[in-house]
């Protein structure tokens, strides 16, 4: 059985930093891309972050210059580095693998996910 588990949310003040850990299970991620996503109350899962099976890096507008995306595939897990932390950074924190390996490119679409974690709430006081 397929399980992605994310940790390392939690409140933190505006300027601070968290990282968000992955960990996968029941299959080898090494050769697929992985991402992140965030939800707010209301409002769509948008993405984040993503990163594929060969390093490839790809960022929402809004993550750029303060979060990184990486990967550890001996220990078949993701990470997320979030610097700078703003309010409007706060929700749940999705981590996801696509369905398919060896993808050209990382992607942004929720679509191509087909694995996903039970989240984990980010929350930055201003």
């Known amino acids: 059985q397929v399980q992605l588990v994310e940790s390392g949310g939690g409140l933190v003040q505006a300027g601070g930093s968290l990282r968000l850990s992955c960990a996968a299970s029941?299959?080898?991620?090494?050769?697929?891309?992985m991402g992140w996503f965030r939800q707010t109350p209301g409002l769509e899962r948008e993405f984040v972050a993503a990163v594929s099976w060969n390093w490839n890096t790809i960022y929402a507008d809004s993550a750029k210059g303060r979060f990184t995306i990486s990967r550890d595939n001996a220990k078949n897990t993701v990470y997320l580095q979030m610097n700078a932390l703003k309010p409007e950074d706060t929700g749940v924190y999705y981590c996801?693998?696509?369905?398919?390996?060896?993808?050209?490119?990382?992607?942004?679409?929720?679509?191509?996910?087909?694995?996903w974690g039970q989240g984990t709430q980010v929350t930055v006081s201003s």
């Open positions: 029941g299959r080898t991620f090494s050769n697929t891309a």
């Open positions: 996801a693998a696509e369905g398919r390996s060896y993808t050209a490119a990382p992607k942004t679409s929720r679509s191509v996910y087909a694995y």
